[in-house]
């Protein structure tokens, strides 16, 4: 059933409309939230907490934007507000860091290793995740919206306040970031062996 | 070999489908020709996939149907509250009789000044000690500047005439004591009501933020010398509208375990961001 109808029936009280909406969207969402706050349980907590949220103002969703558009806007403030808790004081926006800074801030990663699945898949896993968390948060928060979410730039840029053009340019560095960190480090995964 | 100058950012538009007509085009060919750049778009294509690669833990679905159960079952228990204080009142026939029976009801707000709620006395507006700097101002609720139309047996207080008279004074802040949501009547979520009564009737307000929580646990930056009031009460406190500003009140009121209500996007409400004020509203437990 298309997210419309089943947007229309959950709003009426069908639990079962609502429920499959949860099943369509929970796993993206869990994902987009995995990659904002780096833990299994922090992110099982946004997800909860988003899913709260879209059942407690689901009445008030007014169909703009499609369905998949506004639960993922609803993820990512989720997400930051948990941020903004676990960390205290709220902070403003990073400033785009400086272009030639290639220090990373190496936060601790959840390092679980599955003896059963292909070494190349698990090394990347974990690459890319130390990756992601070693990005500042204004790229974080841009590559997890589009790469996961799957905004497009238009609806980014309204989203953060930023000019299509920071946009355009923000993800094209946030993924340069990634792909350097990959190349960077002593265990390169043989997607990512280049001639550089 | 690095990357073309350029060609990374529109590498990464093509990737995301961005990239449209003539300049697609362009970079199509050129990268038939160009192994640098070919090499660095089909590493893109590998970060982009990974990010996605995520495992879902087991229980995942199951954890989330067991919270929109317990929001689904909040609701409905606030229902059942207003509906009986409601039966209940109706039963009795006059708020007189109201205050007789708190003791008995236990799922009723219990308040100190429950005794004063005698026949058509409302509420009583009035401001606590803010502190230095902040102006203050009273309000009496049985006064003629009630809104017109409103009877002499009104009981509550609506939320919309304590913000337009809020909105009309220069006071900082006001508290209603004696606030219960059952004997306001009228609706079964404090931030739906309060986005309702607001919407069109709090003029010069660019934001306002909806929070729960404790009477003791009010932070001193939000607002000081607030320990005497009773839980149960309604404060509305002006702040700045600015972003600097709410941020700084949402995490003071979130660390100090308050819960806060916010729109379907997880912003704040807002009416009009070009406002000079915002507005905090907290209710006491």
């Known amino acids: 059933m298309k997210d419309k109808e089943l947007v229309k ?11 499959q909406l949860v099943t369509e969207y929970e796993k993206k969402v869990y994902a987009t939230a995995y990659r904002f706050m780096g833990s299994e349980a922090d992110a099982m907590d946004m997800s909860q907490e988003v899913f709260i949220r879209v059942f407690r103002f689901l009445n008030k969703f007014n169909e703009e934007s499609s369905f998949s558009t506004w639960l993922y806007r609803i993820t990512v403030n989720v997400c930051k507000d948990g941020i903004k808790k676990r960390s205290g004081r709220s902070e403003l926006p990073l400033e785009i860091p400086d272009e030639d800074n290639d220090t990373y801030v190496n936060e ?11 070494y190349e898949m698990t090394e990347l896993k974990r690459e890319i995740k130390q990756g992601i968390d070693a990005l500042p948060q204004n790229y974080r928060e841009i590559i997890i919206m589009r790469d996961i979410c799957g905004l497009t730039y238009e ?6 306040e930023l000019e299509i053009g920071t946009v355009k340019s923000r993800i094209s560095r946030a993924r340069e970031r990634l792909r350097k960190y990959l190349l960077q480090n002593g265990n390169k995964p043989t997607a990512f062996r280049s001639n550089d | 070999m690095k990357v073309c100058q350029g060609n990374d950012v529109l590498i990464s538009m093509y990737l995301d489908g961005e990239l449209e007509g003539e300049e697609r085009d362009r970079l199509v060919r050129h990268m038939e020709s160009c192994e640098a750049c070919r090499e660095y778009y089909r590493q893109m294509c590998m970060v982009q996939r990974s990010i996605g690669i ?3 833990p087991p229980g995942l679905h199951e954890n989330i149907m067991k919270s929109v159960e317990k929001e689904r079952l909040k609701g409905l228990g606030r229902r059942r509250r207003k509906f009986f204080a409601a039966a209940v009142a109706a039963a009795a026939g006059l708020f007189l009789c109201f205050s007789a029976f708190t003791g008995s009801l236990p799922f009723m707000k219990q308040t100190s000044l429950g005794t004063e709620q005698e026949g058509s006395e409302m509420a009583e507006l ?4 803010s502190g230095e700097g902040v102006s203050v101002s009273t309000y009496d609720a049985n006064s003629s500047e009630r809104s017109a139309g409103a009877s002499s047996d009104q009981t509550a207080m609506t939320i919309e005439s304590q913000m337009a008279w809020f909105s009309e004074n220069e006071g900082d802040m006001a508290v209603v004591e004696n606030y219960a949501e059952d004997s306001a009547g009228q609706m079964e979520n404090l931030a739906e009501y309060i986005s309702d009564s607001l919407n069109g009737s709090a003029d010069g307000f660019g934001y306002y933020l909806i929070t729960e929580g404790k009477t003791d646990n009010v932070p001193e930056s939000v607002a000081s010398n607030l320990t005497d009031i009773k839980a149960g009460s309604l404060i509305f406190i002006k702040t700045t509208n600015s ?3 709410k941020q700084d009140i949402y995490c003071s009121m979130s660390e100090n375990g308050f819960e806060i209500y916010e729109d379907s996007e997880g912003e704040y409400f807002a009416i009009d961001e070009t406002a000079e004020n915002g507005l905090l509203i907290i209710e006491l437990e």
């Open chain 2, 243 to 245: 972003l600097q500003a």
């Open chain 2, 54 to 56: 995520v495992d879902i």
């Open chain 1, 108 to 118: 601790i990663s959840d390092t679980r290793y599955d003896p059963s699945e292909l």
């Open chain 2, 126 to 129: 009035k401001l606590a000690d």
């Open chain 1, 9 to 19: 029936k959950a709003k009426s009280g069908d639990r079962e409309a609502f429920e």
């Open chain 1, 155 to 160: 609806e980014i840029s309204r989203s953060l």
